[in-house]
Nanobody
Framework: QVQLLESGGGLVQAGGSLRLSCAAS????????MAWFRQAPGKEREFVAGIRWSGDKITIRDSVKGRFTISGDNAKTAVYLQMNALQPEDSATYYC??????????????????WGQGTQVTVSS
């Protein structure tokens, strides 16, 4: 099991930036992919951005393309989410996730095996 710890959330004004970090430990060498999801109150958890370690394939949600960037370290022990030009609709709890099995897409919550506790991002208008 991979333990994940997120940090970097907070309160920011619209147009501002935040950088989220996710530190992974325990079994990180077996992960196939890591990703960021977010969940706003009353809404389903949704994919934001992810890295598939094989080939360093990056996938980013359309609504945040050009504003959010995901990166990771070669040791598979951390992923980062740089969020620029934040908007109120980006407000949510952001979760880091890790997949330890090979899957088709790594776009859905069910394809990830381990989750962090989440970090809150609030964007004021």
């Amino acid at each position: 099991q991979v333990q994940l710890l997120e940090s970097g959330g907070g309160l920011v004004q619209a147009g501002g930036s935040l950088r989220l970090s996710c530190a992974a430990s325990g079994g990180t060498g077996s992960t196939y992919a890591m990703a960021w999801f977010r969940q706003a109150p009353g809404k389903e958890r949704e994919f934001v951005a992810g890295i598939r370690w094989s080939g360093d394939k990056i996938t980013i949600r359309d609504s945040v393309k050009g504003r959010f960037t995901i990166s990771g370290d070669n040791a598979k022990t951390a992923v980062y989410l740089q969020m620029n030009a934040l908007q109120p609709e980006d407000s949510a709890t952001y979760y880091c996730a890790a997949a330890v099995l090979f899957r088709a897409s790594y776009y859905y919550t069910g394809e990830y095996d381990d989750w962090g506790q989440g970090t809150q991002v609030t964007v004021s208008s």
